[in-house]
């Protein structure tokens, strides 16, 4: 067997082994530089190990590991190039991350990152994350992050998030959030906001949001609302709305479009339905097309449609029956007027 030979599969045995072996030399530091095989504390250099152990603190230059650390071992502190043949990991890896199969990291990713199945972190996911199945972190997303199934984090989303399936942020979403299937937050959701199947919110919605069947929100909505059967808002909505079936909200202020509208209280510049329900005591102000209206509460401007009802009328209806309980003629035919006391 050659000289060379020997010395290669001498490499390959402590590298497997977990041995460190320095190929230059060592600082008064500790940190060793060059080509390192194993499991030295501080590497400046390039690295080569099996996995991490609880010995490795960090690598200044180029990680290579075959698997992720041991488990309960931090792992190292990268800042370089990770590559993981096939599995990346370490405790924080800065810089280009690379696995065949994933890379993760204990506490965060940031630079570039790029697994054969995924991403994850336990802290932030930052830079440009690409997972072959998914992007994760327990802490936020900050950039872009691209998972073939989805993107998920526990906490904030600040960027661009592409999910197959769907992308989701435990805490606020910033920025552009396109799902699969759907896009949500259990916080607000600032910016644009795509899903195959819906759009959702905990706190607010505020940009443009587009559901194949529906946008909600448990707070407030405001901006550009579509969804293919419905828009809900638990809060206020203001700006445009427009449902396939229905847009609902407590407090509408702008334009809603959908067969079914209701809401207690509306101010709009135009409004088209089938149906314009208000809810008792409200108040309706501004102009609506619709084939029945259902004002409950007091209508102030003007409605259009085939019937006409108003609790209380401060305005003008046109329709073909109109009935308003506090006018003269409380049912009249083409047009009825009153004001309220």
């Known amino acids: 067997m050659s000289s060379k030979t ?22 008064g530091d500790g940190v060793k530089h060059g080509i390192v095989f194993g499991n030295a504390p501080s ?67 940031t630079g570039i990152s790029v697994g054969g199945l995924g991403i994850g972190a336990g802290g932030n996911v930052g830079g440009i994350a690409i997972g072959g ?18 993107a998920a984090t526990g906490g904030d989303v600040r960027g661009l998030a592409i999910g197959g399936l769907g992308v989701g942020a435990g805490g606020d979403a910033r920025g ?9 937050a259990g916080g607000s959701v600032r910016g644009l906001a795509v899903g195959g199947l819906g759009v959702g919110a905990g706190g607010g919605l505020h940009g443009i949001a587009i559901g194949g069947l529906g946008v909600g929100t448990g707070g407030d909505l405001s901006g550009i609302a579509i969804g293919g059967l419905g828009v809900g808002s638990g809060g206020e909505l203001r700006g ?58 007091t209508q102030h401007g003007l409605v259009l449609g085939i019937v006409n009802y108003a609790h209380t009328l401060d305005g003008v209806q046109v329709g073909v029956i109109n009935i308003a309980r506090n006018a003269r003629m409380k049912v009249m035919p083409v047009m009825n007027v009153a004001r309220a006391k």
């Open 6 to 27: 020997s010395r290669r599969l001498l490499a390959l045995c402590v590298a497997v082994l977990g041995l460190p072996i320095d190929m230059h030399g060592q600082d």
């Open 43 to 109: 590497v400046a250099g390039i690295r080569f190990t099996f996995r991490d152990t609880e010995r490795v603190r960090r690598t200044a230059g180029v990680h290579v590991s075959v698997w992720s650390p041991k488990e309960g071992v931090t792992g190292a502190n990268v800042t370089g190039l990770t590559l993981g043949l096939p599995v990346a990991g370490g405790n924080e890896l800065h810089g280009l991350t690379l696995g065949v199969f994933g890379a993760g990291a204990n506490h965060e990713v």
């Open 133 to 150: 199945l998914g992007i994760g972190s327990g802490g936020g997303l900050r950039g872009i992050a691209i998972g073939g199934l989805g």
């Open 176 to 184: 552009i959030l396109v799902g699969g299937l759907g896009a949500g």
């Open 240 to 297: 445009l709305a427009i449902g396939g079936l229905g847009v609902g909200a407590p407090k509408i202020h702008g334009t809603a479009i959908a067969p079914m509208v209701g809401a207690k209280d509306m101010w709009t510049p135009v409004s088209v339905s089938a149906l314009m329900r208000q809810n008792v005591d409200g108040h309706f102000r501004g102009f609506s097309v619709s084939g029945v209206h259902a004002m409950r509460g």
